[in-house]
């Protein structure tokens, strides 16, 4: 059910199907944002885009148990600043109720439900 | 400045029924304004001015929606307020009819809220309609956030910074309950313990089934009106005396997940009433899951940030044991949830309370000073926050 993009969200998914996580990022202050858009949500003037490290870390999860498979929704605090929601991929069930607050995260790209290559997030293994 | 004196809550009527197969969301739109009404000792040709959300039928559909309803109660209006916060929008109605009543808008202000979720086994998530134009949608659909893991979020991050337990979350929901108990048109009416909740089945982590709350049909309206109509009437005098609202944003980024719009629409409402939270001795706090709760007593100040645990556990809400008597009558949590939109059955609560028609074994002794909040939307994302402090004189 998802809709077409808007126009300026065009090149957020162009740069996804490319393996990149595009942020936002206000001239005036030099602030990332996320999600991207042609305007500073800061202060109302230009804006362009930057690509994500791909790094972070989790800010806050909860995994969804009810759904056919559970799987973990998240905001993911970037390493550029802004916390994005995303899902934390796991390979079973021990791999999503191991995740904690504050864990280290990496992106990955998959098809959505959609098809549409879509930025996730996977834990680093920790100590 | 304080609104004291400025309009009076005079009707307030919570619909019974928490399964309405039978009657359609507008014959239960019309069902509550009669009840209001005939509260107030008022007739609908009295309105002048209508309060209505997204709740109403027609809402999202191209066309006429407000005006359908309000031709379907026969009302003649010179003032019309449509203002959607979803949840919380009922509580920031009651304010801008004071503000439309002091400015001459209108004099008899009608709020209405209804819906049949219930009956048309709708899911929560989906009451918010067709979402999918508004520009954040691409950036979080893909990742599934229904209602609860959002919710979710909040508690394991309350979890984390502060070291607060699903048994004092549980506190919530045992507080419900015991007061629900008293109510008989309550959903759930069974006393539950600290156990009851930890060992039911986790929805969404942390929050387990009886972390959440119902889904109900129903409604409520309230009637307020302009201090000489007031006056008219045989009701007792509530006064709101001071409103607050603020839309929490995601900021590009840049939020604190434990810092609800509560945080500010609490402080403007605090200022404008001119009392302090330990004043207050009744609350009604919107209570769509536990945590909502314990996020809206901190950022309200009713304890400090963190402490919100040990401010619930031990019965710290139930009436007449803790220290703040929290929803008399039963909330969300186990009373009704009427069209997934809490707002307004807080009101009626906080009106009940200040009018001594509680039931007695939860009613405040001389209650004179309550508070009523809500947070529309969703507490780990974007929300608008309403509260109002009312008074009885």
Redesign the interface.
């Known amino acids: 059910?998802?809709?077409a993009?808007?126009d300026e969200?065009e090149k957020?998914?162009q740069a996804a199907a490319g393996g990149q996580l595009m942020l936002?990022r206000c001239i005036d202050t030099g602030?990332?944002?996320?999600?991207p858009?042609d305007h500073s949500?800061?202060t109302g003037g230009p804006a362009d885009t930057i690509t994500a490290s791909g790094r972070g870390t989790v800010?806050?999860?909860?995994?969804?148990?009810?759904?056919k498979e559970p799987?973990c929704?998240?905001?993911v605090q970037?390493e550029e600043?802004?916390?994005?929601?995303?899902?934390i991929l796991a390979d079973d069930l021990s791999g999503l109720?191991a995740i904690r607050?504050?864990d280290s995260v990496t992106l990955v790209f998959e098809a959505?439900?959609s098809g549409?290559m879509?930025p996730f997030f996977r834990r680093l293994t920790t100590g | 400045m304080s609104l004291k004196g400025k309009a009076y809550i005079v009707g307030a009527y919570e619909h019974p029924t928490r399964k309405a197969v039978d009657r359609s969301v507008a014959q239960l739109h019309a069902d509550v304004a009669l009840g209001a009404l005939k509260d107030a000792g008022l007739s609908l040709s009295d309105v002048d001015g209508y309060f209505c959300a997204g709740d109403i039928p027609g809402w999202s559909a191209p066309g006429i929606g407000p005006f359908g309803i309000a031709e379907y109660l026969g009302l003649n209006l010179r003032h019309l307020d449509t203002t959607e916060s979803w949840g919380s929008a009922y509580i920031n109605h009651v304010a801008h009819a004071v503000d439309a009543i002091a400015a001459g808008k209108c004099r008899v202000a009608l709020i209405t809220l209804a819906g049949r979720p219930r009956a048309e086994a709708e899911r929560p998530d989906a009451a918010h309609g067709k979402r999918y134009d508004s520009p954040e949608y691409d950036f979080e659909a893909p990742y599934r956030p229904v209602v609860t893991n959002v919710y979710g979020m909040v508690a394991h991050r309350h979890m984390y910074e502060h070291g607060t337990t699903s048994e004092q979350l549980a506190w919530i929901k045992v507080a419900a309950s015991h007061h629900a108990q008293h109510n008989p048109h309550a959903m759930l009416r069974d006393v539950v313990t600290v156990e009851d909740v930890v060992n039911s089945p986790v929805i969404a982590s942390p929050l387990h089934r009886l972390d959440c709350c119902v889904v109900s049909d129903g409604g409520g309206a309230l009637v307020v009106v302009h201090p000489d109509i007031a006056r008219s009437l045989n009701r007792p005098l509530i006064t709101p005396i001071g409103a607050g609202f603020h839309l929490r944003q995601l900021n590009g980024g840049y939020f604190d997940i434990l810092k609800s719009g509560g945080v500010r629409s609490g402080a403007e409402a605090f200022q404008q009433a001119g009392v302090t939270p330990s004043d207050i001795q009744y609350a009604s706090l919107y209570d769509s899951f536990t945590i909502t709760v314990l996020v809206q007593l901190e950022n309200l100040g009713f304890c400090e940030d963190g402490k919100g645990g040990r401010f619930v556990q031990d019965g710290g809400l139930i009436s007449g044991v803790g220290k703040l008597p929290v929803n008399t009558d039963g909330g969300g949590l186990c009373n009704n949830h009427p069209a997934n939109r809490g707002g307004m059955t807080k009101v009626i609560e906080a009106v009940r309370q200040l009018r001594g028609e509680a039931h007695p074994a939860v009613q405040v002794a001389n209650c004179q000073l309550a508070l009523a909040h809500g947070t529309g939307g969703q507490l780990g994302g974007r929300h608008g926050a309403s509260t109002l402090i009312l008074e009885r004189e």
């Open positions: 059910m998802s809709a993009p808007h969200q957020f998914w936002g602030k990332p944002f996320f999600y858009r949500p800061f800010y806050a999860h909860s995994v969804a148990y009810r759904a799987y929704i998240a905001y970037l600043g802004p916390i994005v929601m995303s899902n109720e607050i504050g959505d439900a549409r879509t």
